[in-house]
């Protein structure tokens, strides 16, 4: 599996406990990376369960989301566009209404908690996604995954 690096930011990195102070490197902090906060989309597949991908999936599933990496700078915003994505994926269906978006509501507001406009900034993010082509808004209140990381063999 590979992540593209548009897909790291501050939230999926855990600090660690610095290394002892007997340690060779006394006092050196590393770190570990929460797969569980990178979105399916970011988790591109070359070999699963001992079948390689196809070579033209794998590219295309990288480019599906080469958005986040030209289009987002800001760590803040790339994080609400990911945390939107991941519920988005906790949802579990490929046609969904925005209010099982904002049934996430409460997680969001924990995880942005200088943010107080929860609701607005959902919209604002899945209009993001609609027009970086991640999902297809349908009608009022209801949008569509696209099928994003088709990488995964079947």
Known sequence: MTIPKQFFVPAVIEKRKPLSLNARRAGWTGCNISLGGIPEAGKI????????????????????T????????????????????????????????????????????????????????????????????YLDFTSRGSYRLKQINSAKPT
């Open 66 to 133: 080469l958005f986040l990496r030209q289009s987002f700078s800001n760590l803040e915003a790339k994080g609400w566009l990911l945390d939107v994505m991941r519920v988005v994926e906790k949802i579990g269906k490929q046609t969904f209404a925005l209010s099982e978006v904002y049934a996430f509501e409460e997680e969001l507001r924990m995880l942005h908690p200088g943010n107080s406009h929860i609701k607005d900034k959902i919209r604002q993010q899945l209009q993001v996604l609609r027009d970086n082509d």
């Open 45 to 64: 597949f070359i070999v699963e369960n001992g079948i390689e991908a196809d070579c033209a999936e794998v590219r295309s599933a990288w480019q599906k």
